[in-house]
Structure formats: structure tokens, C-alpha cells
């Protein structure tokens, strides 16, 4: 057993060695120490505190604006925890460019945290490597059943029929933003449809004025695969089959690159320069500048926004629309977020259980999800991280619960990832230079992601 494990893992590792996941990377770990011995976890454990004195390690992802904001956010809900529980936790807080690695390397070699968040897009590539507790019935119940979340989010937690090895913690969706100022000097309404989308993108787009439709993380690889899938499943498609196997050259998978690399390559809404955005932070910085008409990104852009100037006021959000055609006209996200998980190395797992029961509980995902301006997975979670913004908080639930699907739940999701969304930013990068993109060039592209997809297992 544990030589396919590590055989796995090691597979594993060549699928993910660029992979990002739904936050973008800034800066380095931020360490948080644990908090002094209580009275009670320096003297035999009270019944109301039966793990006072453990200590746990958490590795949190980064979800706020900086590693710091996350500690500031994360550190006074922990010592809250320890206080009810006297269970003291080291905080680790990781950029989402290590924390797959990271994790992987903790997985193989038995050496790390108790507790990790990890992308839920991940989730099931990671369970393939037997690193994780497996939440099983009386685990479920421990934390309070899997009843207490939403049935989309907990779609993301793992294959139907086996027991997930994580849990919902933070749900984001992609949507349509949309700057109201310059739809309405355009007389324009928030498209429905795809052929609305361009019809807007091209009256706003003016290069002579700066102005441009759209913008786009173009030579982001994980945007690069996002958004595809989200159109494959618009077109009636997907990129694997029944049984899991890679099936990304499939026309459904062809038109729907065709369509995302086109807005720049053959609708030229898009700047070209969209292409050398290697993360999330450059676009949303275009679009805060007011000259954008439109831009899909996920719930947490809402933050960063904000921290640009940019207030809700000023942009509306509607699902990202299918063209009249399509077979999934409701389809307008994947669910995405962020799922926590116990490692299976852990000699702490009902204390570790304790933490995400608490992470997961109603009260704490009230405060968490607003510091972080994300959707609740829980059920019940009002959705106050939007309270001032009206609009805002009935978009992104309605988002959540009628327009997205979760991703493909097969251990090989990474590698697509990889060598898909790694193959639409090449082709970004040609459009960039003004050389045609092509079907043929898209599905040579697609045949190549095929052919490593299926040698990599």
C-alpha cells in the first residue's frame, strides 16, 4: 500500500508543478505561534475540554489581501478556539503558489500540518494520494454532518459513493462584472447571452481612447483552463468521459477555447497586452481603472476591488452567459473555493476534528466568509460579506446555487489544468503578436494536451 502511495504521489507531483489554485500568490508564509498553555491545558483536561493541552498545526491558504491580513483575520478567531477548547494551534499562512507543492510534499513524506486548506478544484487530485483522513460517518458527525452544507458546495468535497477527504470551507463563482458608468453612457443592458456579450465588448471597445469591452488574465493558467470548462459545459461538453479518462479534443472543448481566446484573437476586444497577465491582480487593476466594460472573475474580486478604489456602486455582477445555442444556457460558473482537510499522519484527529467543526460552524462562517468577502458553504450563512451591497448579495448565492456546476471530479483535473489552461496562454500569447488563431491551431493545441494527459496518467 504504501508503495503505490508513493507511486501516485510522485505522478501527481508532474501534474502539478505550475498549478495555481482560485487565490493569487504575493508574498511568503506568515507564521503565527501558539498561544500560551491555558489554565486548563496545563492541568488535567476538564471534561467540557477533553484535548486541552494539544497542540495543532494549520496551514491556511491565502484568502485575504496580504499573508498578514490573513493572520490579522485568522488569528483572534484561533484564539477563540483555543479558549473554548484549550486546544492551542500554529498558524501557517501560504501563498496558493507553494500550498500545492507544499501539501504534496507533506503527503509523500508524512512530515507536516494536522489541519490544511486546500483549492477545492484540487480536491480530488489530492485524495488520490491516501494522504488524507477520509470523513467518514462518525467523523461527518463530529464536525455536524454533511447535512450543515449547501448541496452545490458540497458537490466540490469529493466523487459521489466514496468518503470525502474535505470539507467545504470558503465557495466562490465566477461572474460577469460589468462597469455601469460606461453601460449606461453606451446605453447598454447586462448581456444574457453570449452574442449580447460581444455586441456590448465591441461598442465599448475604443484602443484610440484606452477603452476596451473586455479584459482577461491572459497568461494565466489557471483562468486559462477555468474559463473553457465552464464553456465546454455551456456547448453540452467535458473534458473527460464517463469513466475519467482525458477527452479534452472533443468539438464542445474546441469551440469553447475558440471562444475565450477570441475575444482577443478575432472579436479584438481585449488588449493584447491582456496576455502577459500572469495573475488575476493585473487584470482586476484594469478594470478598476474605469476604461473596461466587462471582466470574469470569481466572488473574492469583490476585495480587491475595493482595495483599488473600486466600490460596488460603480460595476454590476450577472452569471456569465451562454450563447443563444447552447445546449447549458443556465451553466455560468464551476463552484470554486476553498475545502479544509486532516492529514492522516495526524496523532491529533479528534482535536483536529474539533478545529474544523469549528471553522465550519455557522457562527465562525458568518465572520469569515465577511472578512474575506466569499459565500458561505454552510447552510443557513447569510450572505453578510455583500450586506451593503444589496445587489451583490442576492447575485453571488443565486450564482452558487442555480448557475454553477462543480468541476470534473477526477484525479487527473490538475493535469488538464496544466496542460490546457498552459496551452491557451500560448495561444494568447499568438494572438497577442496579431498571427491568426485558428480551429486547426486550437485543436492541435488540445490533441497535444490530449496525448500528455493520457502519458501521464
Known sequence: MKVRFLAASAAIALTLSTLAACSQPTNTPTTTPPAPPTSASSST??????????????????QGSSLDDDKNILGPELAKFTAQTGINVTLEVIPWSDMTNNTLQAAISGQGPDVVNIGNTNATTLNATGAFMPFDAAALAAIGGKEKFIPAAWETAGPPGKDPTSVPLYSQVYGLFY??????????KPPTTWEELIAAAHKLTDPAKGTW???????????????????????GGSPFLADGK?????????????????????EKVVNPSAAQYTNGVQATDEFATGKIGMYMNQTGNVSALLQKGMDPSKYGVVPIPAPANAVNKTVGSFIAGTNISIFNFTKNKDAALELVKFMTSPEEQLILNKAYRMISPVQGVPADAFSEWPELAQIWPQILQNNAIPMALVSTVSAYQNAVGGGVV????????????????????????????????
Request: proline share 6%.
Open 45 to 62: 483536561p476538564a471534561n467540557d475540554k477533553p484535548y486541552a493541552g494539544t497542540t495543532l498545526t494549520y496551514w491556511a491558504t491565502n
Open 179 to 188: 462597469n455601469k458608468a460606461l453601460f449606461a453612457e453606451a446605453n447598454l
Open 213 to 235: 469591452g473586455m479584459v482577461l488574465p491572459g497568461g494565466t493558467v489557471n483562468v486559462s483552463m477555468h474559463l473553457p470548462y465552464i464553456f465546454t459545459n455551456q456547448n
Open 246 to 266: 482525458p477527452d479534452v479534443n472533443n468539438q464542445a472543448e474546441i469551440d469553447a477555447v475558440m471562444r475565450y481566446v477570441g475575444l482577443m484573437a478575432t
Open 426 to 457: 500560448q495561444l494568447f500569447a499568438q494572438a497577442a503578436t496579431g498571427k491568426p488563431v485558428t480551429e486547426a491551431d486550437v485543436k492541435a493545441m488540445l490533441d497535444q494536451a490530449q496525448a500528455t494527459m493520457v502519458a501521464t496518467g
